[in-house]
T-cell receptor
């Protein structure tokens, strides 16, 4: 039972354009959402997060949008850069299990020069 | 430098031969966790620990053991590894602040385990 889903295994965009990565969840107990970025041979690193009381959070080129009614969140990267090429994981936290992250399957982003 | 370290980074072993993957963090974090990453499944939690001597099962604990005798260390033990435990393993740690439902987790570099 995949509670967090990233339905696009890969995404390819041109440098300078917008990258939009999507994530859907099913558990209404989730109250905190995060995006992690992972390069090959490295561990995931935290990118940006959003609490369920907000619908948008920005950090430089990265913006996360949360639509609670649709149980959907998205990560926008503008403008995309070749160094953004990585695997992006959506993750959710909440409910009774402190600190536990439930991850999506990941989306491979490739930004072409 | 604040970091989570794991050893070994790569390991090839045979079915049934006990092994331990070590994890250590230097950030004085209370919370530590182990995940495995498999294609098409993302990262799944194996075990976690809220503090010294406090551990609990995650989503996929079968075939694994952990211990938390010191705050900085959280080893993952495979008593009798099997081929379905071939995976990429990550250790993570975070603070555990009262009143906060979540704190950012810091991940180690990963251990790629192959069980033949």
């Amino acid at each position: 039972d995949q509670q967090v889903k990233q339905n696009s295994p890969s995404l390819s965009v041109q440098e300078g354009r917008i990258s939009i990565l999507n994530c859907d969840y099913t558990n209404s107990m989730f109250d905190y959402f995060l995006w992690y970025k992972k390069y090959p041979a490295e561990g995931p690193t935290f990118l940006i997060s959003i609490s369920s009381i907000k619908d948008k959070n920005e950090d430089g080129r990265f913006t996360v949008f949360l639509n609670k009614s649709a149980k959907h969140l998205s990560l926008h990267i503008v403008p995309s850069q070749p160094g953004d090429s990585a695997v992006y994981f959506c993750a959710a936290s909440g409910g009774t299990s402190y600190g536990k992250l439930t991850f999506g399957q990941g989306t491979i982003l490739t930004v072409h020069p | 430098e604040a970091q989570v370290t794991q050893n070994p980074r790569y390991l090839i072993t045979v079915t049934g031969k006990k092994l331990t993957v070590t994890c250590s963090q230097n950030m004085n974090h209370e919370y530590m966790s182990w995940y495995r990453q498999d294609p098409g499944l993302g990262l799944r939690q194996i075990y976690y620990s809220m503090n010294v001597e406090v551990t609990d099962k995650g989503d996929v604990p079968e075939g694994y053991k952990v211990s938390r005798k010191e705050k900085r260390n959280f080893p993952l033990i495979l008593e009798s590894p099997s081929p379905n435990q071939t995976s990429l393993y990550f250790c993570a740690s975070s603070l555990r602040e009262q009143g906060s439902s979540y704190n950012e987790q810091f991940f180690g570099p990963g251990t790629r385990l192959t069980v033949l």
